[in-house]
Structures are given as structure tokens and as C-alpha cells.
């Protein structure tokens, strides 16, 4: 019994690996990709706050403001010779540094939140269409339509904290500017096949903030 517990335990984890391996090929590349058939999405109020991300973000907050706490009601009324007060000011330096990240990272996942709410994405091979629709109105376009894409995401110098977020910019023939967030881990392979005849432009932020239209 216990060499099956065991077994089980080393192999369930590899399992799971393959397992997510072989669903990110079949969505990016394979049979269930925008490359191979239809993909649509659209992203909930629901999908988007309950990431692990998010969580994370707010776990951290909290940590922070009672690190604060501690350090403005405890540590600074304890200090009682020179070297506390270093100790103090260090902690109190610290605490509101990271505040001022994590209000950072709020603002940038609401400005993503703006180019994502309410948007249904349609991707066709058929036509190599891509499709957004919204409440107001649809857009759908190729590459004929397109002048240019670019893609906004952190550069070399970008901290950890940033890393996720991305977003493209498809620049219309007709003038307009189409936002989308890099929500989804097939879109770099759908928008590399359908605009493969558009100028493709990478554009590298310390901090991806959503540049305005």
C-alpha cells in the first residue's frame, strides 16, 4: 500500500504536466487552436478577478498594510536607541514601497480590464478573420484591413511583477486603433499566422501601461 501511495504521488504530478502540455499543444498549434477551427472567448467579470495573479496581489497588499501598521503603532513607538531607528525607517521604507507597487499593479490590471470587459473574440481560420465584438458595436478584420500590429508588453529592465501583462494594437487601414488583451496563450500564434503579411512590431515598457488611441 505504501509503494503505491508513493508511486501515485510521484507520478500524479507528471501526469498532470503531460496532461497540461498536451491541452496547451491541442490550443495553440493543434486541433482545438484557432489555426484548425473557430475559436471563440469572451472574458467575465468572474474569469478575470479570481486569477491567481489577482489573489496574489491582494494577499500581498494585506501583508504590506499590516506590515506598515506594525512598524507606525510598534516599532516606531519602541525605538528606543539610535540603531532602532534605523531598523524602523528601513521597515517603514520597505512597507511603503511595496504599497506603491501594489497600487501600481491595481491601476495597470484595471486599465487591462478596460480594453477586456464586454469584448467577444472570434478567431476564423477559414478567412483568417479576427472578430471583436462588443454591446456597441463589431469589428472584424484581416490582413487586408491592417496597416500594422504591434505587440506592448515589459522589456528587458521590467520587473517580475509585470510579466504577464501584454496587449496588441491593430492598426486599421481606415485609421482606427483595435485594443486587445493577450489573455489568452494561443492569441501570439493565431495573430503570427493570420498577420503574417502585416509589419509585426514589438513594443518592450518598464511598466506595459495601455498607451492611448
Avoid at 37 to 52: A, G, H, P, Q
Avoid at 62 to 88: G, K
Wanted: proline share 4%; with cysteine.
Amino acid at each position: 500500500m505504501n509503494a503505491f501511495l508513493i508511486t501515485v504521488s510521484v507520478l500524479a504530478p507528471f501526469a498532470w504536466v503531460i496532461y497540461k502540455l498536451l491541452r496547451y499543444t491541442a490550443k495553440s498549434l493543434g486541433d482545438e487552436s484557432p489555426l484548425a477551427t473557430v475559436v471563440s472567448y469572451k472574458i467575465d467579470d468572474l474569469e478575470y478577478f479570481i486569477s491567481f495573479n489577482f489573489f496574489f496581489l491582494i494577499f500581498f497588499t494585506l501583508i504590506n498594510l499590516f506590515f506598515l501598521y506594525a512598524t507606525v503603532f510598534f516599532l516606531i513607538p519602541a525605538a528606543a536607541v539610535y540603531w532602532h531607528c534605523f531598523i524602523t525607517v528601513g521597515c517603514l521604507a520597505i512597507s511603503v514601497y511595496a504599497l506603491w507597487w501594489c497600487i501600481l499593479i491595481f491601476r495597470l490590471d484595471w486599465q487591462y480590464w478596460t480594453i477586456t470587459r464586454g469584448k467577444t473574440i472570434t478567431m476564423d481560420p477559414a478567412d483568417k478573420s479576427l472578430e471583436i465584438a462588443t454591446s456597441d458595436e463589431t469589428v472584424c478584420f484581416t490582413a487586408a484591413e491592417v496597416d500594422g500590429v504591434e505587440k506592448h508588453g515589459p522589456g528587458f529592465n521590467s520587473g517580475k511583477l509585470v510579466a504577464g501583462y501584454r496587449y496588441f494594437i491593430f492598426k486599421l487601414k481606415d485609421g482606427r486603433r483595435i485594443y486587445l488583451n493577450h489573455n489568452k496563450s494561443y492569441l501570439d500564434f493565431a495573430i503570427d499566422d493570420y498577420f503574417k503579411t502585416v509589419p509585426i512590431q514589438y513594443v518592450p515598457h518598464k511598466i506595459p501601461w495601455i498607451v492611448a488611441p
